[in-house]
């Protein structure tokens, strides 16, 4: 900074200042980049039949905590074949419910979704929904 009238210890100070007041309103972007936004599912939800292991050709995911829900179905997933995705971004405890035509409803409750690490990124929880077949 040729022109600048802060001595260099003060130019110093003032840059770690502003970094200290920036860097947590900055999405998760530090100044050396060890950060980035991205978002992350807080559930995924992999669908089989409990008595062949393959997917259902149809399923929906409805999850709940207090009043938030969350609803998807495979023919809303980005890639069916791996699974249901829910709770973007959002920490939680959630009860989870898959349903599909033929089968009967499996619940998982108290599934529990937190940020963690030094970004404090969704850790994302992976749960098998094996469904049994209706009588």
Do not use: K
């Amino acid at each position: 900074m040729p022109n600048c009238r802060l001595p260099s210890y003060c130019r110093t100070r003032a840059v770690a200042l502003i970094s200290l007041i920036t860097a947590p309103l900055a999405g998760c972007v530090s100044l050396t980049g060890d950060c980035v936004a991205i978002g992350g599912f807080g559930i995924h939800v992999a669908v089989v039949d409990a008595q062949t292991g393959l997917r259902p050709p149809a399923a929906t995911l409805v999850l709940t905590d207090g009043s938030y829900a969350d609803t998807t179905s495979l023919a809303r997933s980005p890639n069916p074949a791996q699974g249901l995705y829910a709770a973007l971004e959002r920490p939680g405890t959630y009860t989870v419910t898959v349903t599909a035509p033929g089968y009967q409803p499996w619940t998982q409750s108290s599934v529990t979704v937190r940020r963690a690490g030094s970004c404090s990124t969704i850790q994302t929880v992976h749960l098998t929904a094996r469904l049994a077949r209706l009588p």
